[in-house]
């Protein structure tokens, strides 16, 4: 017995589209792939805080797992903020609490974070604060209509008392996602039509 028409059509569109983002993007890789973690020149959090009273607000679950080479326990306290390319920015300050064990080495934490919605999230800074030279592995964002945006520091330390973390906005990361990200729709898109019309 033979396959449903919509079958065919269906695996030829996902074969495709598979080719097309081959193409685009050079192969899959993650959004964090180029740069290497930088300071951030500046940063001012009240300018922050009053855009996030003016606009739309957003529920982001922030996954940070500390390294197995930092310090444990840690009093250093960590604030983060990220955002993405068309200035749409959350500030999350003093995550950290010594007095739950968070950020123990080797452990994962995950914190519910609220700021203005953003589009595809591809920038992260983190402010770390003390003496204890805590150590993150990596931090990936979740949030609503967005890909989870993940951040690889692969356990390099963290200066004191600046902004330091990743950026992919710009120049060819940015372009490789967005192209990724809109094929990836598109190709959502073509499942979604298929299966509606053949139930």
Request: proline share 7%; glycine share 8%.
């Amino acid at each position: 017995m033979g396959q449903p028409p919509h079958f065919e059509f269906l695996y030829f569109s996902i074969i495709f589209l598979m080719i097309l983002l081959s193409q685009a993007t050079g192969g899959l890789r993650p959004i964090v792939s180029l740069p290497r973690p930088a300071a951030l020149s500046s940063f001012n959090t009240n300018s922050t805080i009053q855009t996030f009273k003016s606009v739309e607000t957003c529920d982001f679950s922030v996954t940070i797992v500390t390294s197995c080479s930092s310090p444990s326990p840690t009093r250093d306290q960590v604030s983060l903020t990220f955002g993405d390319a068309y200035g749409n920015q959350v500030y999350a300050p003093r995550l950290h609490d010594p007095f739950t064990r968070t950020f123990e080495r080797c452990s994962s934490d995950t914190y519910q974070v609220y700021g203005p919605c953003t589009q595809q999230i591809c920038y992260l800074y983190i402010y770390r604060s003390g003496y204890d030279g805590w150590i993150p592995h990596d931090i990936t964002i979740y949030g609503y209509n967005i890909m989870p945006a993940a951040f690889r520091y692969k356990d390099l330390p963290i200066p004191a008392d600046m902004w330091y973390g990743l950026d992919y906005c710009s120049g060819g990361a940015k372009a490789e996602f967005l192209w990724g990200w809109v094929l990836l729709s598109g190709l959502v898109t073509v499942l979604y039509t298929l299966v509606g019309g053949g139930s």
